[in-house]
């Protein structure tokens, strides 16, 4: 959802037409909608100004319902008005009639008075002393031709009462009675004359104010008022987007978007964000309790071919994303959900076989139709309709109470696999028949018994169990990360963890390509080359608190700090890191300890197995021992595959130099072999490791010897790299010098914690990382070259330390390590629990 400013610029108000409505158009029109439960109080319409203020410019709409269970009083009102006049004469008492249309005042007296100044209150307060007088006057005088005028007064004071609201706090705006310009034919299911309501709409428009029309009611081609049945305020919405051609709209209710079963009896739940129209409509067809069918008719003109996007999302919580419904690509379509409704009847005639079933659908719309074994499901309100119909086609028709569970997702009635796992999910249920619906998107099971909680979670968790969606951003295409797009593919296939991880971002430093529809991964890196955008960290910020997965990894491939310094935002979002590049792990302690709390308190998980020793298990090694509540007081070992490999190799035959360049040229070195051979790269592996094994210390506490001689230490890359033969002498004078004692020299990083009684936690650290003239008997002089060894001494292993030993760096062992760590977040994923936030469901 894109998030705007409210443009407040103050204008003078002239009519609208079509003309100057698209040259004025900052923007593409967006609807917004708020629901009665986000109207209900003050204090909620307080937050629906601070949503306005934040997501729509001067030129969009906004439909309102009433406020709270205002329709509810009105209604009841209406009926205390009927049994009044039902009543014989000696029954009549009028005061608890009175005594209601007082309270709804005075509830209606209190929201003006609590929300808007003085002066304005009063203005408000007089018109609406007006309303009550003329419903009073329907109340007691000719019900019946009043009924829909009656509840017509909900959704009129709360868009006055808005639009009041806005004039005085936020920026012009206008309150439009829906019945000026909207028109409908109510015999028709709400069939809406679009030309005259489009037309119609335009001229109370107002230029340089914002709109707030009131939702629910119409007209019918005699200007008499009608209301849209139940959640007919979004019918409203998508009506009138669909007369101004509105990209948008949003529902904003006190869910927080589209579930896949009811959340309330469903905890586990889960959100789906984006939702392909035909499936969402089958949902609301089939008693999705946010949803429902008519809403979702006008989103999409034929004719035009203009679809109009529809957004679920939370009044209660505008920063949660919520649920998109529009048109998607695959990773959408593979949504599922379960949904279920209880009182219904099936019914066997022979008017439902073969050609004949389509007057009985096109008549009655039933829930199924089995035009082969001739019977419909249809609603109870629906039984004496369709008893008729068959009684004047003569045949006869036997009805039985039912009630249908339904799975719902794209095509799903065209897909053998989902057919079987409902069909094995309700084995204990037993049902009656199993019908594919008209549009397929739905199979839908005839249950003879209500459907239960336990029905409806068990089928629900059969369906789902594997639905999480995972989405993959992998930063970094270099080296590495290249060698982690190759393996993607075939790791996606045969990984049943990563049954349902999509692919859907790839970054280099300048330039990204993101598409919410999955990238092919097949193809990855061609694709990078000609679709990538450049972009900026706002950008790719933006877009991560948008995404529509239920959980989304960043794969830090980079050498980069700043990349690096994004880590704590991708945690505030929830988002989980793998990360090769080893800048965060071993920054400043404040800021590590930062990352840590960042992760923990978001619940993002942040691995970095191969930040040291590549793809060997060490740092799971250290984290192991710790939390298993071993005490680790020594680590050494050779931590660089770049030094290991040069220190192996170099015998005086081969230049120093020329070798360090063939390290590179194999994808073992840094980036920069400077990061290496300075000792930095160990000096970090070092600190991480150190953490892990739970002491606190930082960079500066480690001793470093560089390798890099002054002179070449602050050349760019390609300088250095030219010039590396300078670094020749250096090396053949250390090696000579180990060789005169029939020694080696080996770059060795070392650990101590020694007990010591003045320090703050008893123990002393030392340090360092440094050149090293070793016997060449000692273990850390006889490696394959590009090992690493890691020689962990605790108090469980005293005398005879752990070792890990092998390859510490290259392509294949690093995005096997990337992938390890991608499996394991995926598997812990699996077990998370949803966290569904709902305020109620009306
Ligand atoms: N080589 C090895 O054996 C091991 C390496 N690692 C780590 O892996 C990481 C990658 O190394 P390697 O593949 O050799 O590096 P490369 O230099 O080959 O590739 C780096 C990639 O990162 C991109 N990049 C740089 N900065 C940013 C940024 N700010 N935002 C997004 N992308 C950026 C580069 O994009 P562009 O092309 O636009 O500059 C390039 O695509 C390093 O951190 C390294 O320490 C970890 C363990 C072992
Ligand atoms: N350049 C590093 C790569 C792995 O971290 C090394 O040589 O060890």
Not at 105 to 114: F, G, M, P, V, Y
Not at 174 to 187: H, Q, T
Not at 251 to 272: C, E, F, M, N
């Amino acid at each position: 959802m894109t998030q705007t400013q409210l443009n407040v610029e103050q204008s003078n108000a002239t009519s609208f037409d079509a003309v100057t409505e698209n040259h004025l158009a900052k923007h593409a029109i967006q609807v917004h909608k708020f629901g009665g439960s986000s109207l209900a109080s003050s204090q909620c319409i307080n937050r629906v100004l601070e949503i306005i203020k934040s997501h729509c410019q001067i030129n969009d709409i906004i439909v309102v319902s009433a406020n709270g269970d205002t329709t509810d009083h009105l209604f009841s009102l209406y009926q205390l008005a009927q049994e009044q006049l039902q009543a014989s004469l000696e029954e009549q008492d009028p005061r608890p009639l009175e005594a209601a249309v007082a309270a709804l005042s005075k509830q209606q007296q209190a929201l003006i008075t609590e929300l808007l100044n003085a002066n304005n209150a009063k203005q408000l307060i007089h018109s609406l002393a007006a309303d009550i007088e003329q419903l009073k006057a329907w109340l007691t005088g000719d019900l019946s031709a009043h009924h829909n005028n009656i509840l017509a007064f909900g959704e009129l004071w709360s868009a006055r009462l808005l639009s009041a609201l806005l004039n005085e706090k936020l920026c012009p705006s206008n309150s439009i009675d829906a019945r000026d310009f909207l028109v409908i034919d109510n015999e028709v299911d709400c069939l809406v004359d679009t030309a005259t309501s489009a037309a119609q709409l335009r001229q109370h428009r107002q230029f340089g104010k914002l709109a707030v029309i009131t939702g629910y009611i119409s007209k019918d081609e005699r200007g008499h008022t009608c209301t849209l049945g139940r959640n007919g305020s979004d019918y409203s919405a998508t009506i009138v987007a669909s007369l101004v051609d509105a990209r948008n709209v949003t529902l904003w209710t006190d869910v927080d978007g589209i579930y896949s079963a009811d959340p309330r009896i469903v905890p586990s739940a889960r959100k789906l964000h984006r939702l392909p129209n035909g499936v969402a409509k089958e949902l609301g067809r089939l008693g999705n309790p946010v949803l429902h069918a008519k809403t979702l008719l006008p989103l999409i003109n034929p004719l035009t071919e203009h679809h109009t996007h529809l957004h679920v999302a939370s009044s209660f919580d505008a920063q949660v994303a919520g649920t998109e419904i529009g048109k998607f690509g695959q990773i959408a379509k593979q949504e599922l959900s379960v949904t279920y409704l209880n009182d219904l009847l099936l019914a066997h005639s022979e008017s439902f076989i073969g050609e004949a079933a389509n007057k009985v659908r096109a008549e009655f719309a039933p829930i199924c139709v089995d035009d082969k074994q001739g019977f419909v499901v249809i609603t109870q309100a629906q039984q004496k309709a369709l008893s008729q119909w068959l009684a004047s086609h003569d045949t006869e028709v036997k009805f039985n109470p039912v009630s249908i569970i339904a799975t719902v997702g794209h095509k799903v009635a065209e897909r053998g696999d989902i057919k079987a796992r409902f069909k094995r999910s309700l084995r204990s249920v037993k049902p009656l028949h199993l019908v594919n619906s008209d549009n397929s998107h739905s199979v839908i099971a005839i249950l003879s018994e209500p459907c239960t909680p336990e029905i409806l979670n068990n089928v629900h968790h059969d369906m789902t169990k594997d639905a999480r969606h995972i989405g993959l951003v992998v930063a970094g295409l270099g080296n590495i990360g290249q060698r982690f797009l190759e393996l993607l593919p075939s790791q996606l296939a045969k990984v049943e963890a990563l049954e349902n991880t999509h692919l859907v971002g790839l970054l280099s430093s300048k330039k990204a390509l993101i598409n919410n529809d999955g990238i092919d991964v097949n193809q990855a890196l061609s694709l990078f080359e000609q679709d990538s955008q450049g972009y900026d960290n706002q950008q790719l910020l933006s877009w991560l608190s948008h995404h529509p997965y239920d959980e989304l990894i960043v794969v830090d491939i980079t050498p980069s700090e700043d990349f690096s310094l994004l880590y704590e935002q991708f945690f505030q979002q929830g988002i989980h890191v793998i990360g090769a590049n080893k800048w965060a792990a071993s920054s400043s302690t404040a800021h590590y300890n930062n990352l840590i709390q960042q992760a923990e308190r978001h619940h993002s998980i942040w691995l970095g197995n191969t930040t040291v020793g590549a793809g060997l298990p060490i740092n799971f090694a250290i984290d192991d021992l710790r939390h298993s509540g071993d005490e680790i007081n020594q680590i050494a070992g050779i931590f660089s595959g770049t030094l290991s490999w040069l220190f192996e190799t170099y015998d005086g035959s081969t230049s120093f130099s020329s070798l360090m360049l063939d390290a590179l040229q194999q994808g073992i070195t840094e980036p920069d072999p400077r990061e290496d051979l300075s000792g930095r790269d160990v000096q970090r592996k070092l600190l991480i490791l150190a953490r892990k094994a739970g002491f606190e210390l930082s960079l500066d506490d480690i001793d470093c010897q560089n390798l890099v001689p002054e002179h070449l230490q602050a050349l760019d890359t390609q300088a250095f790299l030219a010039r590396a033969d300078e670094l020749d002498e250096f090396f053949a004078d250390q090696l000579a010098r180990a060789n005169a004692d029939n020694a080696c020299i080996r770059y060795v990083a070392r650990l101590q914690a020694t007990p010591q009684d003045d320090s703050a936690n008893g123990l002393k650290l030392t340090a360092k990382v440094s050149l090293e003239v070793l016997a060449k008997t000692d273990a850390f002089a006889n490696l394959t070259p590009c090992d690493n060894i890691f020689q962990i001494s605790s108090r469980w292993y005293q005398d005879n330390p752990l070792i890990i030993r092998g390859p510490g760096a290259g392509r294949d062992v690093t995005a096997g390590g990337l992938h390890s760590d991608l499996v394991n977040i995926c598997q812990q994923l699996a077990s998370k629990q949803n966290q569904v936030k709902i305020k109620g469901i009306n």
